[in-house]
Nanobody, 124 residues
Framework: QVQLVESGGGLVQAGDSLRLSCAFSGRSFSTSAMGWIRQAPGKEREFVSG????????YYTDSVKGRFTVSRDNAKNTVYLQMNSLKVEDTALYYC?????????????????WGQGTQVTVSS
């Protein structure tokens, strides 16, 4: 069984930065693809970023390209999402998710395990 625990969310002002962390417990972190998915109030879940087995396999949705950076530390069983130049529209509950695969999925439904989420609120 896999457990994912997100941390690092908070209330910030537009233009600020946050770094989200997702701690993975269970087997085979190094062979799990990871994703960050967010959900704003009244909206569907949106795939934000994904990372494969290595840090050179990453994906970003267009709205966060150039501002967000995903990375993983296999020695610490942790995946990160560095979020810079935050905008009000980035406000959402951010989930970390995993799947036993080499490549991430761009569909939120493509993941096997989910964390409980961490709230990011960006004020103007």
């Amino acid at each position: 069984q896999v457990q994912l625990v997100e941390s690092g969310g908070g209330l910030v002002q537009a233009g600020d930065s946050l770094r989200l962390s997702c701690a993975f417990s269970g087997r085979s972190f190094s062979t799990s693809a990871m994703g960050w998915i967010r959900q704003a109030p009244g909206k569907e879940r949106e795939f934000v970023s994904g990372i494969g087995w290595t840090n050179d396999m990453t994906y970003y949705t267009d709205s966060v390209k150039g501002r967000f950076t995903v990375s993983r530390d296999n020695a610490k069983n942790t995946v990160y999402l560095q979020m810079n130049s935050l905008k009000v529209e980035d406000t959402a509950l951010y989930y970390c998710a995993s799947k036993y695969a080499y490549h991430y999925s761009q569909s939120p439904g493509g993941y096997d395990y989910w964390g409980q989420g961490t709230q990011v609120t960006v004020s103007s």
